[in-house]
């Protein structure tokens, strides 16, 4: 009988648990979501909310606003990670997600720059601002609520689960833009239609905040606030206890600056250099990322609950190593398939189409060249618009947009370079939520791990796409200037993860202990 009561039991706390991690895990999702459309529209929304006159520019100008999200989540982490602690883990997500889903809402019905000019960067750039420290709140939160639910040795396998979130978050971004764009047209797309996913997120956050409502308090943090346990000053206890604050900047420098980069170049910056260095067409871009994504998306789990086993340290370890050894031979690699200048080009097949259209501000020349290759069928397309009579101005600038569509072959080996990148993400990702974790007393665990983690993914990570892209800006900037002078100037921005992941894995492999267990404390 006794048996029995103990099989029921457990049948009911793992019914718990599941229901707990579900409720955590969706409302992550959303947030992540929401946070990551922007920066899968950023080529979009450089020409909506910028000039037109120098999309180079304009798109380092989507790009740096996408960033200053990440930059605003640390101070995120210390404003509700001290709420948290001291008011409770379920109320204070609550909040971040309202926060995140109006201001994503917000994004969608913001005029462009044609119709109210510089205020509306101004007002992407605020809403992106309360985006981050939002997200700042979020991740912590859900972490902590989850790890505090989980029976110990399994800390690692249950907190996975959330670190599945932000993949599929960007995952679930990119199905939405690719559906949106194929069910009203390119050009309306372009247009308009890249709103929508911006106003769908409204509805998803509802459903959200619903399930979350019904979420009880966690267990630890209940029985410390009824035991009059909780941290009267968080933010001075985690901070400015030497013990505790080199804790936290071990965790930094150790483990989630390194883990920041190898995420962000695996993820957002392939999709970046396959878009931009590669020119690969829009969908077969996003197709391409989102099969790589949602293929290892369960290697988070099986990472997860190996850490409970070996350890967490030698498998975040491993991932950053990887990254470090292998980001240049595969972005390489990346590039040579769409490298035209290498193909063998159907000379005869090539087509030249023009269109002129009539317009409020002249007459829109549109020429289409198509050009096949040789390569499994490799097809490259130059779309060139000009505006060819206005009599009140000088004649626009030719606007040109190239577009590369891969065969059968070519398209799986870019899908196969990508899926071994989110391999690697998810090595230093599936383990840093118990890794944080257990570093970290229940009474401050909130604002603690929130800190490091924010500063690694938010500052390190999150200005990847940024920072990459003006270095090979730069490099192509003075291989025009001084032909040969840069070798491969499409794989400099590499150098930032390389640099950062590199003193990360240093640091950890000197100074991290391999697993701690202080959940309960």
């Not at 099969?291 to 988070?300: K, Q, R, S, Y």
Request: glycine share 10%.
């Amino acid at each position: 009988m006794s048996t029995h009561r103990a099989k029921a039991k457990q049948a009911v706390d793992n019914r718990t648990l599941f229901s707990v991690i579900s409720a955590s895990s969706v409302g992550t999702l959303i947030e992540w979501y929401d946070f990551y459309i922007f920066g899968s529209l950023a080529a979009i929304l450089s020409t909506q909310f910028f000039p037109k006159d120098n999309p180079t520019a304009a798109l380092l100008s989507t790009l740096a606003t996408f960033a200053a999200g990440f930059i605003v989540r640390p101070f995120g982490a210390l404003v509700f990670g001290r709420l948290g602690d001291l008011v409770g883990r379920k109320y204070t997500f609550l909040v971040t997600l309202v926060l995140m889903g109006g201001s994503t809402f917000a994004i969608g019905l913001i005029p462009g720059y044609a119709s109210i000019g510089f205020w509306a960067p101004l007002l992407v750039l605020l809403l992106r601002l309360i985006q981050g420290l939002a997200l700042g709140g979020e991740y912590g939160g859900a972490a902590t609520y989850v790890a505090e639910y989980a029976p110990e040795g399994r800390r690692g396998y249950y907190t996975s689960f959330i670190q599945t979130t932000a993949t599929l978050g960007l995952f679930v971004s990119l199905g939405v833009i690719m559906l949106t764009r194929e069910s009203v047209g390119v050009d309306k797309f372009s247009e308009w239609g890249w709103r929508i996913p911006f106003l769908l997120s409204i509805i998803l956050v509802g459903v959200s905040i619903v399930i979350r409502m019904r979420m009880a308090e966690s267990p630890l943090f209940s029985k410390l606030k009824s035991e009059g346990n909780l941290s009267k000053n968080p933010l001075a206890e985690s901070f400015g206890k030497r013990q505790n604050l080199k804790l936290v900047l071990l965790a930094l420098f150790g483990a989630t600056a390194g883990q920041g980069v190898i995420w962000y170049t695996g993820q957002f910056y392939a999709l970046s250099f396959i878009q931009k260095a590669c020119n690969v067409e829009f969908v077969q871009s996003n197709m391409i990322v989102a099969i790589a994504l949602l293929a290892a998306t369960p290697f988070f789990i099986v990472f997860g609950g190996w850490s409970d086993r070996i350890g967490r340290k030698p498998i975040m370890l491993a991932g950053m190593a990887l990254g470090i050894f292998t980001y240049r031979p595969i972005y390489d690699k990346l590039y040579s398939l769409t490298d035209l200048s290498q193909k063998q080009e159907f000379v005869d097949a090539q087509t030249i189409d023009r269109k002129l259209t009539k317009q409020d501000n002249g007459s829109l020349l549109t020429t289409m060249t198509t050009t096949h290759f040789y390569e499994g069928g490799l097809i490259a397309k130059d779309i060139e618009k000009t505006i060819t009579t206005n009599p009140s101005s000088q004649p626009s600038k030719p606007e040109l947009t190239k577009a590369v569509t891969l065969p059968r072959a070519s398209f799986w080996l870019m899908v196969l370079l990508v899926f071994v990148q989110v391999v690697y993400v998810t090595m230093v990702y599936g383990p840093v939520a118990a890794f944080l974790v257990e570093l970290f007393p229940t009474r401050i665990r909130y604002t603690s791990m929130s800190l490091p983690y924010h500063i690694g993914n938010g500052i390190f990570g999150g200005l990847t796409p940024f920072i990459a892209t003006a270095l090979v800006a730069t490099a192509t900037k003075a291989n025009e200037a001084v032909p040969g002078s840069v070798a491969k100037p499409y794989l400099e921005g590499l150098w930032y993860p390389i640099l950062v992941a590199g003193v990360c894995f240093v640091i950890g492999l000197l100074y991290l202990n391999n697993k701690s267990e202080r959940v309960n404390e």
